[in-house]
C-alpha cells in the first residue's frame, strides 16, 4: 500500500464524510450524549509498520458506547473460553435493532449475538461474577496504549438513571438463568464499560492489534489470542453495525464496530487499524460521516476484504 499521500487522502475522506453529517442526528435517548458537537469529524490510522496518521477531531473525546462489546468479548473469551460464553450469547445477527428486546422473549431466550445490547448486558453478568471493572479497564488500557482512558462519569450517570430498557433485559435474563449473579452489579459494570472516554487514536491502536493478529505493533508482543482473533472479527463482520451489517460488508468490507457516542472501530488484515469519530448517527445508531469515511478510504487505499 502506497502511503506517502496517506494524510493528504486521510483529509480528502474527512471532507467526503463531512457532506453526510447533515443527514443524521446525535443519540438522544442517553440524555447526556445529546449535549456533543454534532460537526466534530476525526480520523485516525495506524499501519502494521507503525505508521501512524490523524486529521480533523482526533484527539476529541467520546464515550466508547457499543465498542465496548468487543473489548468485553475479548475479556470473556480469554477469561472463560468460548464453550461458556456461548453457552450463554449466540453467533447470529440479529436482524434487529440494537437495543431490541423482542427475541429475549420469543426465539430461544438467549441474546442473538454479543454485540446487541442484550448480549452484551450476557458478556456483563459473566464478568461482574468474577471480576471488577478495573480489571477490564486494565485491558482498555493495553489494547488502546493509554494508561490514563477512564470513565466519564456524566454519562455513567446518564445511563444508568435512563437506561430502563437496558435493565428489563437484563431482569429478564435472570428470570431466564442466563444471568446467574446481581442484576445491578452487572448493569453497572455494563454502564461503566459503556461510558469509557478515548479518542480516535485510542481506537486506531486497538485496530491495528486486530489487523496485526493480535500482535501489538510496537512490542511484538501477543495481546489477544488468535483463536479469540478470529471469533471477533467475524462477529465484527455479521454484527458489527447492528441491523446495517449486511450494506456495510459490502460497501465498506472491513471487521468494524460502531457506538452510539459516535466512534467506529475498524481494521484491514495486514494493512492497517482506523478509528474514526462523528457523532451524528444514522437510523440504525451507526456513524453518519464515520460510514462514509470508511468507505472512501476502503476505495481510495484497497481496503475491502475481497
Ligand atoms: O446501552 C446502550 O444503549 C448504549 N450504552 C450503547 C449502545 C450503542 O452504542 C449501540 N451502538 N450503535
Not at 230 to 246: A, E, P
Request: glycine share 10%; net charge negative.
Amino acid at each position: 500500500m502506497e502511503m506517502e499521500n496517506i494524510t493528504e487522502i486521510l483529509n480528502d475522506a474527512l471532507e467526503y464524510g463531512r457532506k453526510y453529517i447533515s443527514k443524521g442526528n446525535v443519540a438522544t435517548y442517553i440524555p447526556e450524549l445529546a449535549k456533543v458537537d454534532k460537526d466534530s469529524l476525526g480520523i485516525s490510522l495506524v499501519t502494521i509498520a507503525g505508521g501512524r496518521y490523524h486529521v480533523g477531531d482526533w484527539d476529541k473525546e467520546f464515550t466508547i458506547q457499543s465498542i465496548s462489546k468487543t473489548i468485553s468479548l475479548i475479556f470473556a473469551l480469554e477469561h472463560f473460553g468460548p464453550e461458556f460464553v456461548f453457552s450463554k450469547v449466540g453467533m447470529e445477527p440479529s436482524g434487529d435493532p440494537f437495543n431490541s428486546i423482542a427475541k429475549l422473549e420469543t426465539k430461544s431466550k438467549y441474546p442473538s449475538n454479543p454485540f446487541i445490547n442484550a448480549g452484551a448486558i450476557a458478556i456483563a453478568g459473566l464478568i461482574a461474577d468474577r471480576y471488577k471493572f478495573e480489571d477490564y479497564l486494565k485491558l482498555v488500557h493495553r489494547l488502546c496504549g493509554r494508561n490514563s482512558i477512564d470513565i466519564d462519569e456524566n454519562v455513567y450517570m446518564s445511563e444508568n438513571e435512563t437506561g430502563m430498557l437496558n435493565r428489563s433485559m437484563a431482569y429478564l435474563m435472570k428470570n431466564n438463568g442466563i444471568i446467574e449473579g446481581d442484576v445491578e452489579k452487572t448493569l453497572e459494570l455494563y454502564f461503566k464499560m459503556c461510558s469509557i472516554k478515548i479518542n480516535t487514536n485510542d481506537l486506531a491502536n486497538y485496530a491495528s492489534i486486530l489487523a496485526n493478529g493480535g500482535v501489538e505493533i510496537e512490542s511484538q508482543i501477543q495481546l489477544i489470542d488468535k483463536s479469540t482473533i478470529k471469533i471477533l472479527k467475524s462477529l465484527m463482520v455479521t454484527c458489527g453495525m447492528y441491523d446495517g451489517s449486511g450494506e456495510f460488508a459490502i460497501r465498506v468490507g472491513m471487521p468494524a464496530k460502531s457506538g452510539v457516542g459516535g466512534g467506529i472501530v475498524a481494521s484491514s488484515e495486514n494493512k492497517v487499524g482506523i478509528g474514526v469519530f462523528g457523532p451524528s448517527l444514522d437510523s440504525q445508531g451507526n456513524s453518519i460521516g464515520g460510514y462514509h469515511i470508511l468507505e472512501y478510504l476502503s476505495n481510495e487505499l484497497g481496503l475491502h476484504y475481497f
